[in-house]
């Protein structure tokens, strides 16, 4: 019987670029040309939903990875420079952000699990909260612990984006040598430098100690060159617990900064236009008017005496008029009661909470000796606490305003339905905004009596009726005071400026605060070692997948090197830790040697007819076995496609030491490789009626899903079972059924996409679509769409 049971098939509409198992779920996210992003289910291949491009994310998807506790998958959008964060279980945007570059590829790690850390965390949690207060006055202590528990309010939601407590870390790369780390997925944790080409492949250990990339260099004269580099972040390794600490901190303050944003928006979308009738009609009356008296002297004569000139009795009558009066008047008090319960129950807890975390930064950073090496400045931090106490202030007042506002409009309006109550309401009202030196605002073209939008303004203009502090208290006595007029602990007001005004140069300070870690940690990642491995001319794809053994401490790199061997499979190990070591690092895997086939003998295995192979997609299954999809060098034909599972416990076991010269390329000195034979049993495949090119697989959930060169096939597989004899009858006729269906798609795709190469790596962990060096296909197809 034939090995590894096949439980799904299916043609898709769209050629798919790239695929990605979830690491723990029988689910695989695949990316296609249209730029959809699919989710299937292994059961019968089952799609659970799809996402469709939009203008806010783009349809150009550049790469997957899914986060290491498979609730969140991650994309990357070449044509907006994105990378999205979605929800798995709804297909829901959670959060995106702009990188400078599009990330050809992505990796998404867990740190390993150490049961010290979440105690020490809650240790540096204590103690930070401990410096902060020691370094602040009573008033400040109080305050902070009010917003501790205010926060503890919002903050399921971002505990539903960090995950658990153990740090995970989102890699990405790209062209010109991006490459970024984003703990969580979230915040900016270091931006590196100095590496030449374009990013094909991350991947970073799971001890945090190097990170491994392997990059592409194009010259105007040569075939790009592929370079192996291992860049040493001890610091990472050595700070983990306060790294932690620090990223799940500032993960809060990110996207609580995301929270204001859109409470804000919230907020102008609540200020109707229709509001600012009034103020027009008031600026036509003024501006139309033949009389010289004041506007306030128009309608305190029509309060007290019942009588209005001619141009009022028109404003009134033709443009204000009974029904336009209370239509404006309903607006109104929608308007600054929707405004009003958006500030209380969203800006000012948020704002709130964001001072509660960044009062428990300053205390990480005052804590020197372990938070100092991750860049944390005790300065800029307090500027950015001083910037959201001003905000915070700035809501307050925004909210007087709307208060005081919604009182005098309302018996303002009351007076015009020809009542008499609130008259002295009115006449405050009259004083206030329609007083001689309030006729225009500061450009000369506006009346303003509408006083909350100004707020709500992105401008950088002070406002143009800025609120009265004559007669405030404490503002009296905080300049009479000696001490408390220049007092560092009071938070600036800014009266002059709109809420918009303050909370860009909030989000200014904290950017500060943000950044600065992201520069230090990226200074100090240093490259470690460079190895040129080979050469790829223009008619093949790249062909590399990195792997991380967590138990041994060991980067994997699998590659091959079509030019020089095409029947062999080159490994090469390097140590996590850049200071250990490795002997026999590189060894050759041998395609050619006779397969030993113990297959049942009732099975015939025509694959033993063929002794030589080349390795079209390979994808490790775990530690010790690699998946690979084989292509018979011996088939005229080209349709020999074989699904095999390498176990490498004695292929990568050998007596012989490789002395690598760093001024040649690997190509260069390939004599001196040691080589392994292989036999792999009853662990593979036939591939029928399917031209196998690309394989992902998930070692822990046992399953493997194989590509076709068209990009448009996909056949699933459960790789720890075997097929019975009704369920291969079932897929003999359904593989019969397709195969005609798939040789026509085949030639279609080959002819319509003829000259739209493309390349692409996989990664250990998103199993990207990626061309293999395939001449064969190449020489078919003129030029086939490939990755």
């Known amino acids: 019987?034939?090995?590894?049971?096949?439980?799904?098939?299916?043609?898709?509409?769209?050629?798919?670029?790239?695929?990605?198992?979830?690491?723990?779920?029988?689910?695989?996210?695949?990316?296609?040309?249209?730029?959809?992003?699919?989710?299937?289910?292994?059961?019968?291949?089952?799609?659970?939903?799809?996402?469709?491009?939009?203008?806010?994310?783009?349809?150009?998807?550049?790469?997957?990875?899914?986060?290491?506790?498979?609730?969140?998958?991650?994309?990357?959008?070449?044509?907006?420079?994105?990378?999205?964060?979605?929800?798995?279980?709804?297909?829901?945007?959670?959060?995106?952000?702009?990188?400078?570059?599009?990330?050809?590829?992505?990796?998404?790690?867990?740190?390993?699990?150490?049961?010290?850390w979440g105690f020490y965390i809650k240790r540096i949690h204590f103690l930070s909260l401990l410096m902060t207060w020691f370094h602040s006055s009573a008033l400040v202590d109080y305050y902070v612990l009010f917003c501790f528990f205010r926060s503890e309010e919002k903050s399921d939601e971002v505990t539903n984006l960090l995950g658990e407590v153990r740090l995970n870390i989102l890699v990405v790369g790209g062209p010109s040598g991006f490459v970024e780390l984003y703990a969580y997925g979230l915040y900016k944790i270091a931006t590196l430098g100095g590496i030449s080409g374009t990013c094909r492949s991350l991947g970073l250990s799971s001890d945090l100690k190097s990170l491994s990339v392997i990059t592409e260099i194009r010259s105007t004269e040569d075939n790009p060159e592929i370079h192996y580099i291992q860049l040493d972040t001890g610091l990472l390794s050595s700070c983990l617990p306060e790294l932690t600490k620090m990223a799940r901190k500032f993960t809060h303050i990110s996207t609580l900064l995301r929270y204001l944003r859109l409470s804000l928006t919230c907020m102008c979308e609540a200020w109707e236009d229709i509001l600012m009738q009034m103020d027009l009609r008031l600026t036509k009356f003024v501006q139309e008017k033949n009389t010289s008296t004041q506007v306030q002297d128009e309608f305190l004569e029509l309060l007290l005496w019942g009588h209005a000139s001619s141009e009022l009795q028109a404003l009134l009558m033709n443009q204000l008029t009974v029904k336009g009066l209370k239509m404006l008047g309903q607006s109104i008090d929608s308007s600054y009661s929707s405004i009003q319960k958006l500030v209380i129950s969203h800006l000012q807890s948020g704002s709130e909470a964001l001072l509660y975390h960044l009062s428990e930064v300053k205390g990480m950073a005052l804590w020197r000796q372990k938070f100092q090496p991750l860049g944390l400045d005790p300065a800029a931090i307090e500027d950015a606490i001083v910037a959201v106490g001003s905000f915070t202030l700035k809501a307050s007042e925004l909210l007087q305003v709307i208060d005081k506002s919604m009182k005098n409009f309302k018996a303002f309006f009351r007076w015009l339905y020809m009542t008499q109550k609130d008259l002295a309401f009115v006449a405050d009202f009259l004083s206030e905004h329609f007083s001689n030196e309030e006729l225009f605002d500061r450009k000369g073209k506006y009346f303003n009596v509408e006083r909350v939008g100004q707020y709500l303004k992105d401008e950088d203009e002070d406002l143009v009726s800025p609120p009265s502090m004559e007669g405030n208290q404490w503002v009296t006595f905080v300049k009479q005071s000696t001490y408390l007029k220049d007092s560092p602990l009071l938070f600036p007001t800014y009266p002059q400026k709109s809420l918009h005004f303050v909370k860009r140069m909030m989000e200014g300070s904290i950017d500060l605060c943000l950044q600065k870690p992201a520069e230090v940690i990226g200074h100090s990642i240093k490259q470690a070692v460079c190895l040129?491995?080979?050469?790829?001319?223009?008619?093949?794809?790249?062909?590399?997948?990195?792997?991380?053994?967590?138990?041994?401490?060991?980067?994997?790199?699998?590659?091959?090197?079509?030019?020089?061997?095409?029947?062999?499979?080159?490994?090469?190990?390097?140590?996590?830790?850049?200071?250990?070591?490795?002997?026999?690092?590189?060894?050759?895997?041998?395609?050619?040697?006779?397969?030993?086939?113990?297959?049942?003998?009732?099975?015939?295995?025509p694959a033993s007819a063929y002794s030589s192979y080349s390795c079209l997609d390979a994808r490790f299954y775990d530690d010790e076995t690699l998946t690979v999809v084989l292509r018979s060098l011996e088939d005229d034909e080209n349709k020999m496609r074989i699904l095999t599972q390498l176990h490498l416990n004695s292929a990568v076991s050998w007596d012989e030491e490789f002395t690598w010269d760093l001024t040649l390329r690997l190509e260069q000195q390939t004599e001196g490789i040691p080589v392994q034979g292989l036999t792999w049993g009853n662990q593979s495949r036939e591939m029928d009626n399917i031209k196998a090119q690309f394989v992902a697989v998930n070692g822990i959930r046992k399953v493997a899903c194989v590509l076709s060169a068209n990009l448009r096939h996909v056949r699933v597989f459960e790789m720890d079972a075997e097929e019975e004899e009704e369920e291969e009858e079932r897929a003999d006729e359904s593989q019969e059924m397709s195969s005609d269906q798939d040789r026509l798609e085949d030639t279609m795709t080959y002819q319509s996409d003829a000259g739209e190469g493309r390349d692409g790596v996989g990664g250990a962990e998103e199993a990207q679509v990626a061309g293999q060096g395939s001449q064969d296909i190449l020489d078919e197809t003129a030029g086939s769409d490939t990755l």
């Not at 198992?21 to 089952?46: C, K, Y």
Request: glycine share 4%; net charge neutral; hydrophobic share 40%.
């Open 532 to 605: 040129r491995l080979y050469t790829v001319p223009e008619r093949y794809s790249l062909f590399l997948i990195l792997w991380n053994d967590k138990k041994a401490g060991m980067h994997y790199v699998v590659f091959c090197m079509p030019d020089i061997s095409p029947s062999k499979i080159y490994i090469l190990r390097r140590a996590t830790d850049p200071n250990r070591s490795v002997p026999k690092g590189l060894v050759a895997l041998n395609l050619n040697t006779p397969l030993n086939s113990s297959i049942d003998d009732e099975t015939p295995a």
């Open 1 to 116: 019987m034939p090995a590894f049971r096949q439980v799904g098939e299916k043609q898709l509409p769209n050629p798919i670029l790239y695929m990605a198992w979830s690491p723990n779920r029988d689910l695989i996210a695949l990316a296609n040309t249209s730029g959809e992003v699919l989710l299937h289910r292994l059961a019968n291949f089952q799609r659970v939903w799809s996402l469709l491009p939009n203008e806010n994310t783009g349809k150009e998807i550049t790469s997957l990875a899914w986060r290491p506790d498979g609730k969140v998958l991650a994309f990357s959008v070449g044509d907006t420079k994105q990378v999205v964060l979605c929800d798995a279980e709804k297909a829901e945007i959670l959060h995106l952000f702009a990188v400078e570059y599009p990330a050809f590829c992505m990796h998404w790690m867990e740190v390993q699990d150490d049961s010290r």
